[in-house]
């Protein structure tokens, strides 16, 4: 798989329910982010997980990342019909060349119907 | 809260013209991007700007790419003669630098070369 790929592709749920989403890349890295994105819309920035982090909270959002298995996954709880969006993580990539590029994934698309 | 702007919103053109797609970063802000997004497709980066220069840029950023930051508050990023592929959704993002990584999106300018 490439870099920052997400799965699933598309997750459809119901309201109140619990979302989770999955990332994985395949080079080191100094950071992981997560970004939203309606649509046709600009990207919003979730979160941020550094590579010596292991778990990250912030307000229904939480975060997890194993760098052993290059993997990170985003949890959605209590989930609502205005989380419908484009979800994306972006890794970026250690290595002292790096001024900050950012690797997207092809991102999960979540459908919360009321 | 401050925010990345891009202006246009929206910008048609014809093949071969010339387009300028102008963002004023994070007032604080040290490093500078431009990402694009083909329509269904994941985030790509163009390229990095610190310091006054590239810092970084990806194959796509070819002869017919530039950027400038021709003052103090603006970030502009040049298509010399735009094909049809280059019709995508184009964001400007910043960060500004030390422990911060987070690097804030612009709303993007959506780009329609006919």
């Known amino acids: 798989s490439q870099q920052g790929e997400e799965d699933p592709q598309a997750l459809s749920i119901q309201e109140g329910e619990n979302a989770t989403m999955n990332c994985s890349y395949k080079?080191?890295?100094?950071?992981l982010q997560w970004y939203r994105q309606n649509s046709g819309r600009g990207l919003v920035h979730l979160i941020l997980?550094?590579?010596?982090?292991r778990e990250k909270h912030s307000g229904r959002l939480r975060v997890t990342l194993d760098t052993s298995k290059k993997s990170s996954s985003l949890l959605i709880t209590a989930s609502r019909a205005a989380d419908t969006a484009s979800y994306f993580c972006a890794t970026d990539p250690a290595g002292g060349t790096s001024y900050g590029k950012l690797t997207f994934g092809q991102g999960t698309i979540l459908t919360v119907h009321p | 809260e401050p925010e990345v702007t891009q202006t246009p919103s929206h910008q048609v053109t014809q093949m071969g013209q010339e387009v300028i797609l102008r963002c004023v970063p994070i007032?604080?802000?040290?490093?500078f991007y431009w990402y694009r997004q083909i329509l269904g497709q994941k985030v790509e980066f163009l390229v990095s700007?610190?310091?006054?220069?590239?810092?970084?840029k990806s194959e796509i950023f070819d002869d017919q790419f530039s950027v400038e930051r021709p003052d103090g508050s603006n970030f502009t990023l040049k298509i010399r003669s735009t094909k049809l592929e280059d019709s995508a959704m184009y964001f400007c993002a910043s960060r500004w630098s030390g422990s911060s990584e987070t690097q804030y999106f612009g709303p993007g300018t959506r780009l329609l070369v006919l």
């Open positions: 080079t080191s890295i100094n950071n």
């Open positions: 997980i550094r590579s010596n982090e």
């Open positions: 007032s604080n802000h040290l490093y």
């Open positions: 700007f610190y310091n006054n220069e590239i810092s970084e």
